[in-house]
Each structure stands twice: as structure tokens, then as C-alpha cells.
């Protein structure tokens, strides 16, 4: 990937033409005049190179832009990649972005506008609450895609059957992590520390559930606002009540450090399990090294290493080409974590092999997928089940981990 | 080709003929040009301007500052969400229901404006806002916490299920109808009485205005708006969760109505367009756009005040004025008829006292005003003179003693309901509304006179529309009384001062006051107006109102004024007839230090 | 009650004070209420911790070079944003909207300067975050020298205004046509006053900072409780801004004992409403000016 191919990475495709021709008839509202003739689809461009339009759903502005924009990279990797080798049947990838601002709110416009140009497949957008806002407007559309969000919900194919979770989701986290602090480390007084979030409050379901399952109650839930001053508060409640091991799902890092800096203070170190937030390597600047050393983070089986394994050649070559793009420096797990690599390829891959384009081929195709390997595991799909990672390559890894050389800024050590 | 366009705006139907032509093309707009997504951004604008239009009421003309407007569109949102997904409510009695709710909340907010200035008024509601955000996590039985409220189902009329285009029709029927009726309650005495609360406080109240009551018919009414407004947007989305409503979201509003023009009718039409096509325009500049929101917001307030709106009326009017038109409108008619007589009410002020912090103003003063008669109050400056007029109009509470009018008790009024009595009055400055015309300005006087409701002011019935008129033709003969009339539709602020006092008068005499307070009406006016002046006192009693004057313009006070009260810090130094008063050993030598001698004339 | 609480309702009213200080240094003698000051306090606290992080310099240098930054920028604010529309009207409201936009401005830059990571900032030495127990709670070193300095900013602040130039200020505040009458410059008032209401901002910044870290969140959380605890204690005064700062910080570390997060807010939100029914002026405000 080239220099200046990267200044382009804030662009729009192909899209420009469109919005200024929306402009033209902007609204619909003044003018009345012009006819749908004038509408859509790039003239001239799109003929010579019959480029493969694909939906690009990125925040560029908005208060999560700074947290989400890079997330993206792997995705634009696989672009390169498949371009290098001469596209999708022959046509490149075109990317049409959209500006979501990670709001919900503007979803149901931004996948409108991409319907509008034709696009009916798409990358994106990130987040839970983005990605079910999305997919009221995409399901009824048929437009195939993938959205980086691990609600459990979203890898339901009755429900949004063109819609593909290339990533683990909230319930396999919840699995991994209650089983590992229940079942290999033995505690029995397990407590939760939850951010005020629909995600914290999915993930905290799944873990009573599975506690549930193995006979168990948490001691003690603890959910707290995100602005919320300090936590001591809440972590001393927690320790207080007993616990032993903790899950901790908290997605902000401000978050993260003044619970683990709370415990620190309390001189209280459980083992910690949680979401894989907490893998971003601001955090080393923000809580000291002995207050990181029982913590865990949910991850791939493919992007961590022990003592015998290490991550293979595919994904090795992935972290380098990773890491060249300095926005991903200090979040590489959570890049490396995103599902638009794996979702690209498998796509090509259908694609090539039904030799069609149409969502309705592709859904039957990749519905079928088996044993798929990806960057992140092995992905499998069915009709019904549209989560592609099987538990079995979830694991939790260590986060100080990422201090190690051998991380390479995007892995980890697995959790013994 | 300047004829032509000469021509074109000299044509008396222009606004409206652009006006129409404007609607027609949007109503068939989507037949030919109207895809998905054109719909559904233009369906959303819809929802949103609906929204502005609202706050607009409330903060653009009734200066109100709401930081909570998003929340009211929340519970819009999901009370018709709910109803509609959870009790399988028809879309009609769910937007009722939304309405209602919102502005029951809306209610709730506005309560605190009982007792709170403007700045403490903004953060109550920007509280509101955080804990109904808080509320739509938190009360997952009722909400569904996060998840939101999922497959909301389109509107139905008999059986059939809009589709996005008739949804489309729908919200811009709701947004003409809405901009009609604004119209026409801001064209009624509703909307003279929230700009007055605006402007001038003191000049509402003194029409008999209630500020707390006027505030929170805005509030409420802006926050019906905004939850039917909510209805539409949770029918629009099909699903809505709590981060739909975020804690900008509230702001934005302000935004867009600050930008299209506060305080103008088409501004939040104006501002939601510009902020919904600006991103369009900025494509390239796509990250940058928050800041240059901010940046041409700041411009914007620094140097057009009044939005796009008002800009380009500035601009519209320069046009006018280069091509030679008049940009004052013509006066309108109305049914001429005499002026009615007025029962004057006999004032009775018995023992009042008033002390500011350790300084007695008001020293156990006596007043009795017969009916029908002019009675003067006179004495040095700081004598306690417009003390007294404040004391009995309402503006400062009394300490001691009792004030009756017409034997009815009025010592612990507001002074609003002391105004709807029948005491009316002016001030030391006029306290006229600006940038309203000077007939706006008399109209407010009519605020009590006048008795439809608001409902029918917005729906123009014709009811209200009688008494408007009559209004209208009592206006104009007080304007005419008070030798304005050809004045009457420049801007009250741009009157030279004489004038304004005119004006003020005029304003309190369509209040139609058995008790009419001047405050030293004689001040700063030419040798010409002070004759016309005392011209209307005498034709003011000659209808027979009851008029006190604090005057010091002595010769003026002996030409018209049958008794005289002199005060001297704040004690009776004298009362009668002027010359039994004016010869008074006591109040001579009291007017010694001022060095004014009785029967000079100027003050 | 637990002593814990007592110590995080201090040290998080402590926060809420200094921001709430801000507000009432700039709204004295201009009557504004500064939207921008969630951003300016954030500014603060980045540009010290970048100040440390960057170029290492020590802590006072750092926090030095924050307080004369974010003051200038409350003066360039003051000038663009702020002066400009009092000037046209002094009892208007245009200048909601102009700060308002000054925070959007602000806001934004920042975001594009830094990143989305949070920035730790640590205490000046010999100070820590490390706690000790004293009377049965767990306090660090920090906590003790941040309540103290609050304290000591508060009494300083006040006591200015008993001093002739504080008194000009109050002058202006009750009203500005008369203390220009009697030689006072407002004008030149509302510019220092926005250039220390500034700095007052940063110090919040760089004192919250080593507890809640630097980044580019930390604006719009303080802002609201800031504003509260500006009203609660009676906005233009500093002694009711550190009682209401303990008073909403004590409250919100119980909620946090007893309630769940959304409820959490209500109860703030219904102390403040309450303080402000009984008392339309906060604690220690006064009643605005007559209006005839």
C-alpha cells in the first residue's frame, strides 16, 4: 500500500459525483424540475473499469470518530490485497464511503443514500447500537454486510438474514470469560463491574447466564455512569461483597484505568476477565504494570501465542502491514479484532466461486460457508446462524502481554 | 428590467403568490424526483423544522432559553413507539398521547420558571434532558433500556399503510399547518405578549400580562409541537433507542433556529434546510464540518444577529428602497366608530410605607382620587413621587398600610392583575416593544380587552378575528386620539422620544384603565407636544378616566389637574386644589432647593 | 457512613468547586454563562499532561504552561466571542449561542490535535495517588492537597473580591451602566475576568487530571456537574460553590452506594432542584437588581 493510495484513505470513492448531483436537485424541495434521469450512478467512470461498488460505512466526524476511524484498516488492507490481484471477477474495489458519525441516528439515511447508489453490499459501521440501527434499513434492501459489533443479536440470520458476524460475539466473551475465572482458575465468588452501556449491560446478561449454567451466582453486580467521578466506590462494594474474580466489561479506557487503579489503591488484585477493549496500550501509561498483571481480555485463538505457538504466517504478514499505518499504534488488537479482512475475502471468495454478484446468490453461498479459514479463526455459517467464529477460537489473553516484543502490536499471550 | 422587477414586487400578492407556488412545488416534488433517500432526508428535515418551529415559539420569540428540547422529542418518540409496538395503538391516538405527554414534561419544566430567572431556567431544563436520558435506560420495563423499541409500524388511515412518500405528504402538511397557525398566534395578542416578555417585561406586565402564565403557555405549547414532532420521528425511523436522542441533540436545535433567524417565522425552515444541505456542500472538507459549523455560527451571531432570515429581509429591504418602494407597509383599515366612555375608579391610598434597605422612601402616605378626576403628585426629585406609582401599580410590594381601587383591595396583586383591574400607566422612559411597529405596540394594550383563546387566535375562528378588528379599529382611534395614526406602522424604537410617550399612552388608553398613571409625561418633550399633551389629559378626562400625573412641570399640573398631593422624602407635605398646594408655605420653601418657582415655565 | 464515601464525595465536590469557580469569575462582571468552560478545563488538563508526556517537563512548568494557554484562549474568546455581543446588547442572550459555538470550535480542534487515548498526568512529588488510611478512609496524599488547594483558591478568590478592584467587579456585576458612570471599565474588567476564569478552568483541568486522566472526555462530564454546583451554591459566589461542590459531590458518591446509574443522575438533579425551589438564588446568591 503506497503513500499516497493512504491520502485517499479520508475520501469518498467514487461517491463525489452522486452528492454533488444530489446537490443539484437538493432537494427535491426547491427545484421539482430536474427528472430521474439525472440521477445516480457515475457516468463514464463506471464503464471503463466496471468497478465492484462496495459500501464504506466509516464516522469521519462525531464524538467516536477519533475512537472508530481506524478500525477500518483491515478492511482497506483486504481492498488493497484483492485489487493487487486483480479484483472480484475481475473488477477492483471501489469503496463508497459514508460518514455515519458513529450516531444511530443516521444510519437508516446513510444506507438510504448508498441504495440510492446502487451499492448492495456494504463494510460497516461500527458499534451495536450503529449497527442494529443500520440493519432496519438494510435488511428489507437485501444489502449483504458486515458491521464491526459483537452483539449476540446481530449474528441472528432469522432475523437479519444478510447480515454476517465475522467476529466472536458478546455471549462467547461472556463464555470465555466466566469459564475461565469458574473452571481453570476455581473461583467460586465471582462479581461484575459494568459501564452504563448497551453493550456492558448484554455482556453482563450473558455472564449471569452462563454462571447460571455452571450453578453459580455473581456476588455482586456493579454498574456505573460513564461520567461517573471515580470508582472506588464501586470497586469497594465489589470487594466487600467477597468476590474473588471479576468480570470487567468496560469498553473506555478512563474507565478501565480508574477501576484497575481503584484496586491498586485498595491493594486488592483478583484475576479479571473482560472485553477486549481493554487491550488498547494507552492504558500502560495510565495504571502501573502490577495492577495489569492478572488481567485478561477476550480474544482470538489465531492472534495469540504460548509458549508452543505462535500466530501464523497469514496473520504475521496481516500485523506488519497493520502496524504500517500509524493510526493503528496502541490499538492494534482492537484493529486486528475487526471483521472487514475476513468479511473481503470470504466475499471475493463466494463471489468467484457462484460467479455472481447478487445478494440473494451470496446469501445462499455464504450461508453455507464452512471451515472458512480466516484471519480470525475458522468461520463457519448456517442459515439460522450468522455468527462465524466458533467458540473454541476465543480466548482470553493477557493484557500486559502487550508490552511484550513479541506482541508486534497486535498479539497476545493467551491466558494459561 | 428594473420596471419589470419594480412591477413584480409592487405586486400586492407576491408573498403569498411565492408562498403557494413554494408549497405546490413540494407537494408534487416527490411524484417526479422523490427516491428513497431524497424522502426519507426530506421526511426527517420535515420532523426536525416542526421541531424548531416550536422552540422557535418559545426561545426565538418568547426569549426563553430551553436546553431541553431533545428530551421532549424523546418522549414524543417513545410514548408513540411504545403504545404503538407494546398495546398495538393505532399511529392517531399515539401522536395524541405523545403530544400530551411531551407536554406534560414540558409542563413539569417550566414549572421552576415560577421562581427562577432565565439562567437558572436553562440549566432546569438541561437537567430534565439528562435525567429523562437517564430514565430511557433505566426504566427497562417501560423502555426496553438499550435495545430500544424495534419495528414500529407506518401510520394507517382506513386500512391502509402510508408509504414513505405519503409519510412524506403527511409531516409537510403538518409543517404548513403548523406554520399557519404560528402565524396566526403570533399575529394575535398571544404573540404581541411573549414578545413583550422578551423585550420589555415591564411594559407586558403593565398590559396585564402574566409573565409566569404567558412563559409556560409557550413552553407547553412548544412541547406539544415537539412530541408530535417525536411521533413522526419514531413512525420515520421504525426504531428508536436511547442514543437516537443524545445530549446535543437538544443544542442542535437551538442551532438551527439561531442560524435560520430566532425570532422569524421561517427561520427554523430556513436553518434546518441550510443545516441539512451544508454537509452536502462540504463533502471535501468532510471532517472539518463541526468546525466550521462553530465558526459560521459565531460569524454569524457577531454579524447577522438575526439569522439568514434576517439578513436577507435587510437585504430585501434595501432592494425596495434602491428601486424607490416603501418599505413601511400601509396602514390597514378598519371600521371607524367614537371613542367610548370610560366609568373612572376612585383610588384610595391609606398609610403606606416603604422602606430599601435602611431608607425610608415612603413615610405613612394618605392619597384619595375621586372618580373621574385629575390629580397630581408632585415634589422634588427622590420625594418618593414614582415610588408611590410603582407602590400602587404593583411593581414594589408595600410594607405598610393598604392601597383600594374602586374600594377593591389591590395591595397584594401582581402587577398584572393589578392592570386587568383597570389601572393602567406609562413610565418615566417609555417602555415601548422596539422592533414592533408603533401599532403592535398599542395592540398589546388590548392584551385584556381581548378574550379568545389561544386555540382560536391559531386557528384564526372567526370570533377571533371579530375582536381582533375591533381591536384593530380601537387601536387605530387611540393612535389617531394621540396624533400618531400616520405613524403607526414604523418600528415604536425609531419614533423620536415625545412620540414613544404618546405612543405609551395610546397603549395603556386601549386597555381601556378606570385609572390612568402618567410618570412625569411632560419630560424631555418639545413646547408643541407639551400642548398636545395637555390637549389629551383633558380629552383623557373628558372620557372620563380617572388620571393621577407625577408631573413637575408645575404650570402644566395647575392647566389640568384639579388636586394636587405634594411629597416631600417621602411624607404629604400638602393636598388640594393646585393653588391652595402650590401657595403652601411647607412646599414653596420644599421646592426652594430645587430652584423652581411656581408658575415657571419648564421644569 | 462509610469514610471511603465521605472521601470521594470531598475530593469529587472538590472538582465540581474549581469548575463551578470558573463559571462565577467569568459570570461576576459580565453576567456569562461560559459554555466553553467544559472545553477550556479539558484544554487544561491536555496541555498539561502533554507538556509532561512530550517534552517532560515537571509538573509546575507543566501546569504553568496550561494556565497562561487556556487563560489566553478565555481572553481570545472574550474578544471574538463574547465582547463583540455585549457590546450590542448587555442584558441580551446572543452570547448563548457565540459560546456555545466557541466550544464547538474547540472542541473540534482538539479532537483533531489529539487522539481518542487518554493521557495520565502524575501528581507533583512528594504528592501520590497512592492511598493510606487516616480515621478509618483511604486517602492519598493527592486527595488531601487537592481538597486543601480548593479551599485555599476559594478563600483567595473571595477575599479578592474585597479588594478595590474586587469590589469594581461586584460594581459591574449588579450593574453595568453605573459603574461606568462612578470610572469603572467594564470592558477591561470582563477581559481580566476571562483571562482568570480561563486559567481557573485549567488549574480545574490540571488538578482533575492525576485522578481522572486527560482526554478529550473530561470536558462535557465536569461541565454539567460544574454548572449545578455553580447554581446550587448561588452563581457569582465561591464560598456557595464550595459548599454545593460537597453537598452534590456527597450526594453523588451515596447515589452511587444505593441507586443504579440513571437514578443516580435524578437524585443530583433533584437535590439541585430542590435548593433551588427554597432558595431561587442558591445557597449564597442574591437577588438580581429591581427591575423598575
Excluded at chain 2, 375608579?345 to 434597605?357: E, I, N, P
Excluded at chain 2, 418618593?384 to 410590594?397: F, Q
Aim: a neutral charge; aromatic letters at 8%.
Amino acid at each position: 500500500m503506497s503513500k499516497g493510495d493512504r491520502g485517499g484513505f479520508g475520501q469518498r470513492g467514487d461517491g463525489r459525483l452522486d452528492r454533488r448531483d444530489f446537490l443539484r436537485t437538493a432537494g427535491l424541495i426547491g427545484a421539482g424540475a430536474l427528472g430521474p434521469a439525472s440521477l445516480l450512478l457515475p457516468q463514464g467512470v463506471a464503464r471503463a473499469a466496471d468497478p465492484f461498488r462496495l459500501g464504506w460505512v466509516r464516522p469521519t466526524t462525531g464524538r467516536l470518530a477519533s475512537s472508530f476511524h481506524m478500525l477500518y484498516v483491515g478492511g482497506l488492507i483486504a481492498v488493497e490485497e484483492i485489487n493487487a490481484a486483480g479484483g472480484i471477477m475481475g473488477r477492483p474495489i471501489v469503496r463508497v464511503e459514508e460518514d455515519d458519525e458513529a450516531s444511530p441516528a443516521r444510519e437508516p439515511a446513510v444506507v438510504k443514500k448508498l441504495q440510492e447508489l446502487g451499492i448492495r453490499h456494504m463494510a460497516g459501521p461500527t458499534g451495536s447500537s450503529q449497527s442494529l440501527s443500520s440493519l432496519a434499513t438494510t435488511t428489507p434492501a437485501k444489502i449483504i454486510q458486515a458491521s464491526y459489533a459483537n452483539g449476540a443479536e446481530l449474528g441472528d440470520g432469522t432475523k437479519y438474514p444478510y447480515h454476517y458476524q465475522f467476529t466472536f460475539n458478546t455471549n462467547q466473551q461472556a463464555e470465555i470469560s466466566v469459564r475461565y475465572l469458574v473452571e481453570t482458575l476455581k473461583v467460586k465468588k465471582v462479581g461484575i463491574i459494568q459501564e452504563n452501556t448497551a453493550f456492558g449491560e448484554q455482556a453482563t446478561a450473558a455472564s449471569r447466564a452462563i454462571l447460571t449454567k455452571l450453578g453459580l451466582e455473581p456476588v455482586k453486580v456493579e454498574v456505573y455512569p460513564l461520567n461517573a467521578p471515580d470508582l472506588n466506590t464501586y470497586v469497594s462494594n465489589l470487594r466487600k461483597a467477597g468476590a474473588e474474580g471479576l468480570i470487567a466489561w468496560i469498553a473506555s479506557v478512563p474507565g478501565a484505568a480508574m477501576a484497575f487503579n481503584a484496586m491498586h489503591a485498595q491493594k486488592w488484585q483478583p484475576p479479571i476477565t473482560g472485553h477486549n477493549g481493554l487491550f488498547t496500550e494507552s492504558l500502560f501509561d495510565l495504571v502501573p504494570e502490577e495492577a495489569l498483571k492478572s488481567v485478561y481480555g477476550t480474544n482470538y485463538r489465531t492472534l495469540t501465542w504460548t509458549d508452543s505457538e505462535f500466530p501464523g504466517e497469514k496473520q504475521v504478514a496481516f500485523a506488519k502491514k497493520l502496524v504500517a499505518f500509524p493510526e493503528t499504534k496502541g490499538s492494534g488488537v482492537a484493529v486486528a479484532n475487526a471483521p472487514f479482512y475476513d468479511y473481503l475475502h470470504a466475499l471475493k471468495m463466494v463471489i468467484e466461486g457462484e460467479k455472481s454478484f447478487e445478494p440473494d446468490v451470496i446469501k445462499r453461498a455464504l450461508d453455507n460457508l464452512k471451515g472458512y479459514k480466516g484471519l480470525l479463526g475458522t468461520v463457519s455459517f448456517t442459515p439460522q446462524n450468522h455468527t462465524g467464529i466458533p467458540t473454541e477460537d476465543v480466548v482470553l489473553a493477557s493484557i500486559l502481554s502487550g508490552k511484550n516484543p513479541k506482541s508486534a502490536g497486535v498479539f497476545r499471550e493467551r491466558a494459561k | 428590467m428594473a420596471s419589470t422587477l419594480r412591477a413584480l414586487l409592487e405586486w400586492p400578492h407576491l408573498r403569498r403568490g411565492l408562498l403557494i407556488g413554494l408549497c405546490v412545488v413540494l407537494y408534487v416534488a416527490p411524484l417526479a424526483v422523490g427516491t428513497e433517500y431524497r424522502l426519507f432526508i426530506a421526511t426527517q428535515m420535515g420532523v426536525y423544522i416542526l421541531v424548531a418551529i416550536g422552540l422557535n415559539l418559545l426561545n426565538g420569540y418568547g426569549g426563553q432559553v430551553s436546553l431541553g428540547h431533545g428530551a421532549l422529542v424523546a418522549i414524543g418518540a417513545y410514548a408513540a413507539a411504545l403504545t404503538m409496538v407494546d398495546l398495538h395503538w393505532s399511529f392517531w391516538p399515539a401522536a395524541l398521547l405523545a403530544m400530551v405527554m411531551a407536554a406534560g414534561v414540558g409542563l413539569l419544566m417550566a414549572l421552576p420558571a415560577f421562581r427562577l430567572s432565565t439562567w437558572y431556567f436553562a440549566l432546569i431544563t438541561l437537567g430534565f434532558a439528562e435525567v429523562i436520558a437517564g430514565l430511557l435506560t433505566e426504566w427497562r420495563a417501560l423502555t426496553h433500556g438499550f435495545a430500544g423499541v424495534v419495528g414500529i409500524p407506518a401510520p394507517k388511515a382506513f386500512g391502509y399503510a402510508f408509504t414513505a412518500r405519503d409519510l412524506y405528504w403527511f409531516v409537510l402538511t403538518l409543517v404548513v399547518l403548523t406554520l399557519v397557525g404560528m402565524a396566526n398566534l403570533l399575529n394575535s395578542r398571544f404573540g404581541r405578549a411573549l414578545v413583550a416578555v422578551r423585550d420589555n417585561p415591564v411594559a407586558a406586565t403593565a398590559s396585564g400580562v402574566s409573565l409566569v402564565r404567558i412563559k409556560i403557555f409557550a413552553f407547553v405549547l412548544s412541547a406539544a409541537v415537539a412530541g408530535l414532532a417525536g411521533a413522526l420521528f419514531a413512525v420515520q425511523k421504525t426504531v428508536i433507542t436511547p442514543e437516537d436522542f443524545p445530549a446535543d441533540f437538544s443544542v442542535f436545535f437551538l442551532l438551527v433556529i439561531v442560524l435560520g433567524g430566532s425570532g422569524r417565522l421561517a427561520g427554523p425552515v430556513v436553518g434546518a434546510l441550510v443545516f441539512f444541505l451544508v454537509p452536502e456542500l462540504l463533502t471535501a472538507l468532510q471532517s472539518w464540518r463541526l468546525l466550521i459549523y462553530g465558526g459560521a455560527l459565531l460569524l454569524l451571531m457577531l454579524y447577522a444577529p438575526h439569522g439568514l432570515v434576517g439578513a436577507a429581509e435587510g437585504l430585501w429591504k434595501k432592494l425596495r428602497a434602491r428601486l424607490g418602494l416603501p418599505n413601511i407597509p400601509p396602514t390597514p383599515v378598519a371600521a371607524d366608530a367614537p371613542i367610548r366612555a370610560i366609568d373612572g375608579a376612585q383610588l384610595s391610598v391609606r398609610d403606606v410605607s416603604k422602606r430599601f434597605g435602611g431608607v425610608a422612601a415612603l413615610a405613612s402616605v394618605d392619597l384619595d382620587v375621586a372618580p373621574g378626576v385629575t390629580h397630581a403628585i408632585v415634589g422634588p426629585n427622590g420625594s418618593g413621587k414614582t415610588t408611590l406609582l410603582n407602590m400602587i401599580s404593583g411593581y414594589y410590594r408595600v410594607d405598610q398600610g393598604a392601597i383600594a381601587v374602586e374600594g377593591r383591595r389591590t395591595e397584594n396583586l401582581a402587577p398584572h392583575a393589578i392592570a386587568r383591574a383597570g389601572v393602567g400607566r406609562t413610565f418615566q422612559t417609555p417602555r415601548l416593544l422596539p422592533h414592533l411597529s408603533v401599532l403592535e405596540n398599542v395592540l398589546l394594550g388590548a392584551f385584556t380587552a381581548e378574550k379568545h383563546s389561544w386555540l382560536s387566535a391559531a386557528l384564526a375562528l372567526p370570533a377571533a378575528r371579530r375582536e381582533q378588528q375591533a381591536s384593530l379599529a380601537e387601536a387605530l382611534r387611540y393612535l389617531e386620539f394621540v396624533g400618531l395614526r400616520e405613524r403607526a406602522m414604523e418600528l415604536a424604537g425609531e419614533l423620536p422620544h415625545g412620540q414613544q410617550r404618546l405612543a405609551e399612552i395610546a397603549r395603556a388608553l386601549v386597555g381601556r384603565p378606570k385609572l390612568l398613571m402618567l410618570d412625569e409625561p411632560a419630560a424631555g418633550l418639545s413646547l408643541a407636544e407639551l400642548d398636545r399633551l395637555g390637549e389629551l389629559i383633558a380629552a383623557i378626562r373628558g372620557i372620563g378616566a380617572t388620571v393621577v400625573i407625577v408631573e413637575h412641570h408645575l404650570e402644566l399640573v395647575a392647566d389640568i389637574c384639579s388636586r394636587v398631593t405634594a411629597l416631600e422624602r417621602g411624607a404629604v407635605l400638602a393636598s388640594g386644589a393646585p393653588q391652595d398646594v402650590f401657595s403652601d408655605q411647607a412646599v414653596v420653601s420644599a421646592y426652594m432647593g430645587a430652584h423652581v418657582r411656581i408658575g415657571e415655565k419648564g421644569a | 457512613m462509610d469514610p471511603d464515601l465521605i472521601v470521594n464525595g470531598v475530593v469529587a465536590g472538590s472538582l465540581y468547586a474549581l469548575v463551578a469557580m470558573g463559571f462565577n469569575i467569568l459570570y461576576r462582571p459580565t453576567n456569562v454563562f461560559n459554555f466553553a468552560q467544559g472545553d477550556l478545563v479539558m484544554l487544561g488538563a491536555m496541555i498539561c499532561a502533554s507538556a509532561m508526556a512530550l517534552w517532560s517537563l515537571p509538573w509546575f512548568v507543566g501546569a504553568a504552561l496550561a494556565l497562561a494557554a487556556v487563560g489566553l484562549l478565555g481572553l481570545i474568546e472574550e474578544r471574538i466571542a463574547v465582547a463583540p455581543v455585549l457590546r450590542r446588547s448587555a442584558s441580551g442572550h446572543a452570547w448563548v449561542i457565540t459560546t456555545l459555538s466557541f466550544s464547538m470550535i474547540i472542541a473540534n480542534l482538539v479532537g483533531r490535535i489529539w487522539g481518542p487515548d487518554p493521557i495520565a498526568v502524575r501528581p507533583p512529588p512528594p504528592l501520590t495517588t497512592e492511598t493510606f488510611e487516616l480515621f478509618g478512609a483511604n486517602v492519598s496524599s493527592y486527595q488531601i492537597a487537592l481538597v486543601a488547594a480548593t479551599i485555599a483558591l476559594a478563600a483567595g478568590v473571595e477575599s479578592f473580591y474585597r479588594t478595590r478592584a474586587g469590589k469594581a467587579v461586584m460594581a459591574v456585576a449588579e450593574d453595568r451602566e453605573a459603574a461606568l458612570l462612578r470610572g469603572i471599565a467594564p470592558e477591561s474588567l470582563s477581559r481580566w475576568s476571562f483571562l482568570f476564569g480561563g486559567a481557573i478552568a485549567a488549574l480545574a483541568g490540571v488538578l482533575a487530571a492525576p485522578l481522572l486522566y486527560a482526554s478529550i472526555g473530561l470536558g462535557p462530564s465536569l461541565l454539567l456537574k460544574g454548572f449545578a454546583t455553580a447554581a446550587v451554591g448561588g452563581i457569582g459566589s465561591n464560598r456557595g460553590a464550595l459548599i454545593a461542590g460537597y453537598v452534590i459531590g456527597l450526594v453523588e458518591a451515596l447515589a452511587a452506594v444505593v441507586l443504579s446509574p440513571g437514578y443516580q443522575m435524578a437524585a443530583t438533579f433533584a437535590v439541585m432542584l430542590i435548593v433551588l425551589l427554597i432558595r431561587p438564588h442558591g445557597l449564597f446568591g442574591h437577588p438580581e437588581a429591581r427591575s423598575v
